[in-house]
Nanobody, 124 residues
Framework: QVQLVESGGGLVQAGGSLRLSCAAS????????MGWFRQAPGKEREFVAA????????YYADSVQGRFTISRDGAKNTVYLQMNSLNPEDTAVYYC?????????????????WGQGTQVTVSS
């Protein structure tokens, strides 16, 4: 069982930055692929970014490519999402997730464990 706890959300003006953190409870964190998803009101949960267990592979949604960066720190069992140049369309609840698949997944169905989410609100 992997427990995930997100933090770092908040209110920011358009053009600003935030860094989300996701702390994992289990020492085998290093063997899981990690992803970030987000869900805006009235919309489905969508993929944002993912990083492989070996940190060598990253994927991004087109909407955040070049603005967001995903990274992980094995010593701290933590995955990060650095978000720059935020705009109001980035407003959503952001979720951290862990997957034990062979390849790094970008679909929510492939992820086994989820955090409770952290709210990000970008004002115009």
């Amino acid at each position: 069982q992997v427990q995930l706890v997100e933090s770092g959300g908040g209110l920011v003006q358009a053009g600003g930055s935030l860094r989300l953190s996701c702390a994992a409870s289990r020492r085998t964190f290093s063997s899981y692929h990690m992803g970030w998803f987000r869900q805006a009101p009235g919309k489905e949960r969508e993929f944002v970014a993912a990083v492989g267990w070996n940190r060598g592979t990253t994927y991004y949604a087109d909407s955040v490519q070049g603005r967001f960066t995903i990274s992980r720190d094995g010593a701290k069992n933590t995955v990060y999402l650095q978000m720059n140049s935020l705009n109001p369309e980035d407003t959503a609840v952001y979720y951290c997730a862990a997957a034990s698949t062979l390849r790094v997944p970008t679909t929510r169905e492939a992820y086994n464990y989820w955090g409770q989410g952290t709210q990000v609100t970008v004002s115009s």
